[in-house]
């Protein structure tokens, strides 16, 4: 059973479309957010299905027969890549005029008809609207009984952090008139209680500002917007949904979870002596998390997705490179000149058998006798009471209470199936935030374990520190304490290390993201909200600036410049005996003999015309040789088309002249001509509409001249219309570029 079916609603229309000056319209902002939301379902592996409903778009297809409402013709499927490529590059803003509350009853329908179907835990309705346009408010109690009747429904609204703020401010208004107390229309309320409507909160980044950067550009709300966040918000709080800002939606969606795993129990009996057996049940508390690993490998042709598998044989050093056989081979490990060989048989042999499944006691130490640097391992379990076994809940905790009150940890001896070897652990009595006592696992080294490290004292007497030495640095700890004291008088931690993120994770799966989108393209640098992430908070830092600047007073540096040995003269040396210049004489002559094989490489190279790379002396006939060879190149059109528009725009950027400009135009071709081949419509269109931007009139008309123009319908089935071509090459009257000026930013910017 899926755990849950989502619609996302996805207003299109002209106020979605609109974009401020300056700024990036609604829809933008809402595509690339549902986007990192189907990513987020995507990375975690969930059996979540998606359906979209376009609101706004120019035809319709939907059951109801509502205009400009579109359901999409895949339906609820798993979240996957497709979808992805949808929402970032085939939904465009169109200047319709559409009701939103005509899309949440599609949506509703849409959710209805599939939940008939399939067996869904949750049914959820995420709405991406700015409520610029007018809507029917007659239909909000149909939406809201029928919300009602589908009691497993949730919906949320996503919208401009403005209108989300209104909204806020008109339920505050609300809550405090219905309790019969003034509303000032300032922040300052006689109840602090919250409004009806729920919002989540923006999330904030460890400088205390919004962890995202501000796309839109604020404005102010319409009459209709107002007029529409009131039905919005009457279908929130009587259906008990909830709203947030695109913004802070966009920052929860940014980073992105594996598959979560369920906790799974590890049952044993902990045996103390030879006679008590206490049921108990270990639970993996912190462990290293991986990203997911590489296992499966593709071909390096796109249009395939067949997997492939590694083959490996041996092979005998000799003349006849004879294979062997996997059954006629060994194993064997050299100690000294001895080259000893086991077999499976002996290896099985000779395997140490720690026994069943178990944990049995070895002894009880005083706690402090257990260090941090004596505990190993990949991470720490807990134990509890086997459930509904009352012994075992009387035993285990009175064994976890006295061990509290006698201040000392049990050493145990822990097997976790009869194919694994017995490790030694700590079993230490801890208490959660409940005050519940459990038992905290975590390995302990054996002696081969150890590494024996001697070190001098940090202290050293021939430099005594000072008083004022040691008050810095005792004021530098205090201030540098992520634990801080709310206004309620409780602990919260300015820095959190159990809710922070792991910023290589998260910045991998941005690059899979991005290479998954644009194959072949050059990955793109950290985002600044994962660079944010490895800062000092701006409240430590403001607060430890003058403790800094007081320990550079009393702790001056300066900089040891090493000096470096120079050689001395021969000259100035005195006499040689010789060794020198026959030593110098052996390098010379090293030199040359490796020159000359470079040469002779080069020379081979020449003759079998290998090409590893796009020149600029032949451009052309290096992009038809690595494409006609791409089985032992391992190239594509899409690493080899980057190649080639990297040699153009370098053509672009030199000096101009005729026979440069040929160069340029048979690069055109022979690019226009090899995508056209292989069906890579889009990716010569967008790239010469690139050039043109960035080009000056002059050369455009040079390069116009010759058949480079945009790929066409006539030529191929997703091509442009022949009149887009047309207009495609006409230069603009009112075009910025002088005469053959080339913008050398844009280009230095692609390059």
């Not at 178990?358 to 509890?384: T, Y």
């Amino acid at each position: 059973m899926a755990s849950e079916a989502i619609c996302l609603v996805i207003d299109v229309g002209a106020s979605a479309s609109q974009q401020p000056p300056g700024g990036v319209s609604f829809l933008n902002s809402a595509l690339e957010c549902a986007s990192m939301f189907v990513e987020r379902k995507l990375y975690s592996e969930t059996k979540d299905e998606i359906g979209i409903v376009l609101v706004g778009t120019e035809d319709s297809n939907n059951p109801q027969d509502y205009d400009y409402v579109k359901i999409l013709d895949r339906g609820f499927c798993r979240a996957d890549w497709e979808t992805i490529k949808f929402l970032r590059h085939h939904v465009e803003g169109t200047r319709v005029e559409a009701d939103w509350i005509d899309g949440l009853v599609v949506a509703l329908d849409f959710l209805k008809r599939e939940s008939d179907v399939k067996k869904f835990a949750t049914l959820k309705v995420v709405l991406f609207s700015d409520l610029g346009c007018e809507a029917n408010s007659e239909q909000k109690d149909l939406i809201i009984e029928g919300m009602k009747l589908m009691d497993n429904i949730d919906f949320t609204h996503i919208g401009p952090r403005q209108l989300v703020e209104h909204i806020d401010e008109e339920s505050q208004r609300m809550y405090m008139e219905s309790q019969g107390s003034s509303f000032n229309g300032e922040d300052n309320y006689d109840d602090p209680k919250p409004g009806p409507s729920r919002r989540i909160e923006p999330e904030k980044s460890k400088n205390g500002e919004d962890s995202g950067e501000e796309k839109e550009n604020t404005k102010p709300l319409t009459e209709i917007q107002k007029e529409n966040q009131k039905v919005a918000s009457e279908i929130i709080e009587r259906t008990g949904g909830m709203m947030c800002s695109l913004e802070d939606a966009v920052a929860a969606f940014f980073y992105k979870n594996k598959k979560g795993k369920k906790p799974f129990p590890w049952k044993v009996s902990f045996e103390i002596g030879p006679d008590i057996r206490i049921s108990t049940t270990g639970y993996i508390k912190v462990r290293r998390e991986p990203p997911k690993t590489w296992k499966r490998t593709l071909a390096r042709d796109a249009d395939t997705t067949q997997e492939l598998r590694p083959e490996y044989l041996l092979i005998r050093n000799n003349e006849n490179q004879e294979v062997v056989e996997s059954e006629d081979v060994i194993n064997s490990y050299r100690y000294g000149d001895e080259i000893v060989a086991i077999t499976e048989a002996d290896e099985a042999e000779c395997r140490f058998e720690g026994g069943p499944k178990s944990m049995a006691l070895f002894g009880f130490v005083n706690r402090k006798e257990i260090h941090m640097s004596d505990l190993k391992g990949n991470g720490s379990m807990v134990f509890m009471p086997t459930e509904e076994d009352e012994n075992s809940e009387r035993a285990l905790s009175a064994l976890a209470q006295a061990m509290q009150e006698m201040e000392v940890v049990a050493i145990v001896r822990r097997v976790y199936n009869k194919s694994t070897n017995p490790v030694l652990g700590v079993l230490a009595p801890e208490e959660d935030a409940e005050g519940n006592l459990y038992l905290h696992y975590v390995d302990l080294p054996f002696v081969e374990d150890i590494r024996d490290l001697k070190f001098p004292s940090l202290e050293n007497p021939k430099h005594p520190l000072s008083e004022d030495q040691l008050s810095a640095v005792d004021d530098l700890i205090d201030n540098l304490d992520l634990e801080a004291t709310d206004e309620a008088g409780g602990s919260v931690f300015i820095l959190n290390p159990e809710e922070e993120l792991n910023p290589q994770h998260q910045y991998l799966y941005q690059a899979l993201t991005d290479r998954a989108l644009n194959p072949g393209r050059p990955l793109p640098p950290v985002p600044e909200r994962l660079r944010s992430v490895l800062n000092i908070p701006d409240e430590l830092s403001d607060r430890v600036e003058p403790v800094v600047e007081r320990l550079r007073s009393l702790f001056p540096t300066e900089e040891v410049v090493k000096q470096k040995r120079k050689r001395p003269n021969k000259d100035e040396s005195g006499p040689s005996d010789g060794k020198e210049d026959e030593s110098l004489n052996k390098k010379l002559r090293a030199d040359d003999s490796s020159a000359r094989d470079d040469d002779d490489d080069d020379m081979i190279d020449r003759d079998e015309r290998v090409v590893y790379r796009i020149g600029t002396i032949t451009p052309v006939e290096d992009f038809n040789y690595l494409l006609s060879n791409s089985v032992s190149t391992g190239a594509n059109i899409e690493s080899v088309g980057l190649q080639m528009e990297e040699i153009i725009e370098r053509f672009l950027i030199s000096a101009f002249g005729n026979d440069l400009n040929a160069k340029i135009v048979s690069c055109f071709i022979a690019y226009r001509d090899a995508c056209l081949e292989r069906g890579r419509t889009r990716q010569y269109n967008d790239y010469i509409r690139r050039v043109k931007t960035i080009v000056g009139k002059k050369m455009w008309i040079d390069l116009i001249k010759s058949p480079i123009g945009l790929l066409t319908v006539d030529e191929v089935d997703d091509g442009v219309e022949v009149e887009e071509a047309d207009k495609f090459k006409e230069i603009k009257e009112d075009d910025d570029q002088s005469d053959g000026e080339i913008d050398d930013d844009a280009l230095l910017s692609m390059l």
